[in-house]
């Protein structure tokens, strides 16, 4: 079993920026992708980004490319996602989950393992 704990979020002004965690334990950990899918309520789950066990060629969606970074620590087996210049339609509910492999499109059909997931809000 892989579990996966999610912290920083949080409210934050239009334009700034916040730092998601994704702390991941268990033993697959160390070789699971891990990523991060945003919702808001009557929508389905949007995969954001995604970055595999070796930390090489992560994904980000076309849609937030020039603004959200996603990186991993393999020591500590954490995985961010830094966000800047950041909008009110980025508000949701962000969810950290986990597969063997990054996927492109990034869609939640795949993901084994979710995070209980995490509020960011985007508002003035």
């Known amino acids: 079993q892989l579990q996966l704990v999610e912290s920083g979020g949080g409210l934050v002004q239009p334009g700034g920026s916040l730092k998601l965690s994704c702390a991941a334990s268990?033993?697959?950990?160390?070789?699971?992708?891990i990523g991060w899918f945003r919702q808001t309520p009557g929508t389905r789950r949007e995969g954001v980004a995604c970055i595999n066990h070796d930390a090489e060629n992560p994904y980000v969606a076309d849609s937030v490319k020039d603004r959200f970074t996603i990186s991993r620590d393999k020591a500590k087996n954490t995985v961010y996602l830094e966000m800047s210049n950041l909008r009110p339609e980025d508000t949701g509910t962000y969810y950290c989950?986990?597969?063997?492999?990054?996927?492109?499109?990034?869609?939640?059909?795949?993901?084994?393992?979710w995070g209980q997931g995490i509020q960011v809000v985007v508002s003035s």
């Open positions: 989950a986990s597969d063997p492999l990054c996927l492109n499109p990034y869609t939640s059909d795949y993901i084994d393992y």
């Open positions: 268990g033993a697959p950990a160390p070789y699971y992708a």
